[in-house]
């Protein structure tokens, strides 16, 4: 299975952003890359009255939603922890996960001082590095936020 390392942070403090980044970075780089974003409330995909959505009324436990580029998948699944959810990732170089704060993973936490001064994790919560606009220090790696290239060489040498 791929590593997998969480992107968290405070509510609007960048982390879309720093992973929409990142991305980039990685592909050009020549890895691939797979993602997954922490949803703190039930969400739905489907809309009512499509065949899928009805195909899930009716009972599946799973559905694919197939074209000839891409595919959607509806799963039933219990509470999802990021070791739950890997296997889905199997052909991915690296996986960046966005929030999941409380698992066990390796962390990049942003902070922006407009949010908030302080980060919400600390090195004994996995805390690889820091990405911040602040004068906060801790015993870690810390870039600024627009030092998406150093972030990667971070993730490169630990983890690719």
């Known amino acids: 299975m791929p590593p ?23 592909n050009k780089r020549g890895y691939r890359i797979g993602t997954v974003k922490h949803a703190f409330h039930e969400f739905e995909i489907d809309r009512e009255g499509k065949d899928s959505w009805r195909h899930k009324k009716a009972g599946a436990e799973t559905v694919i939603v197939a074209s000839a580029d ?13 070791n739950s959810i890997e296997k889905y990732f199997y052909d991915m170089d690296i996986v960046i996960a966005e929030g999941y704060k409380k698992e066990n993973k390796p962390k990049i936490e942003v902070v922006r001082a407009e949010i908030a001064n302080r980060p919400l994790c600390r090195e004994e919560n996995n805390l690889i590095a820091l990405v911040t606009d602040t004068d906060t220090k801790l015993n870690i790696p810390t870039f600024g936020l627009e030092q998406v290239d150093k972030i990667a060489d971070l993730i490169e040498k630990l983890y690719l």
Do not use: Q
């Open 4 to 26: 997998i390392i969480s992107v968290v942070g405070r509510s609007r403090s960048g982390k879309t952003t720093l992973i929409e980044k990142l991305i980039f970075e990685l």
């Open 70 to 82: 891409k595919i959607a998948m509806i799963k039933d699944e219990p509470y999802n922890t990021l």
